[in-house]
């Protein structure tokens, strides 16, 4: 029996593929992890954080990207698609291309049963090698709860969480504030 060994691609392989990819794909030491799609909780909640925070941040040097920016983790190699990106100041992009960011302010990702694991795990991991990367949110999508970790100082994190109706989480570096209730409106719990 002869087993198939695995292709390990480069970055620029993958950059290429990527780019002419109908999906999205994550890659990492080699491999490409193809992205799955998200479920109407997720997309809702997706809207009412883009939206919110778009309109907090409308007179600011500051940018809100959904989930289709890659982001690349220089000293890592991750490319990824966090499910939102804040940007402030002078963005930084891999290439010429514009569709590969390096130095994201805020991270955000909203967890389902496949991805809770790793988004709290190895991508946070990876995600704390970026040097402008100060906040990073995690938004339930089977229950109202938002979690936030505030880069105190290189390798410190303040976390908090809010479950409760009418609570707030600031996010001081970009001075806005999630408001739980505005974040899950319209928002159909079902089973992950």
């Not at 392989?13 to 997720?42: C, D, I, P, W």
């Amino acid at each position: 029996m002869v087993s198939n060994p695995k292709t390990f691609l480069t970055e620029e392989e993958y950059l290429a593929f990527e780019r002419q990819s109908e999906f999205k794909h994550e890659f990492f030491n080699g491999e490409v992890f193809a992205m799955t799609g998200v479920r109407r909780a997720h997309a809702r909640i997706a809207t009412n954080l883009s939206t919110s925070l778009d309109n907090q941040l409308r007179d600011a040097t500051c940018n809100v990207y959904s989930g289709d920016l890659r982001v690349k983790v220089p000293s890592t190699g991750l490319y990824t698609y966090p499910d939102l990106i804040v940007t402030c100041g002078e963005e930084k992009f891999a290439d010429d291309e514009f569709d590969t960011l390096l130095n994201p302010i805020v991270l955000i990702e909203i967890l389902s049963s496949s991805t809770e694991a790793y988004d709290r795990g190895r991508k946070f991991e990876n995600y704390q090698a970026i040097e402008s990367f100060r906040e990073y949110v995690l938004v339930s999508q089977t229950a109202r709860r938002i979690e936030h970790y505030l880069r105190e100082s290189g390798s410190e994190w303040h976390y908090r969480e809010i479950r409760e109706a009418g609570s707030k989480i600031r996010l001081p570096t970009i001075e806005c504030e999630l408001n739980l209730d505005e974040v899950y409106a319209k928002v159909v719990f079902t089973d992950d």
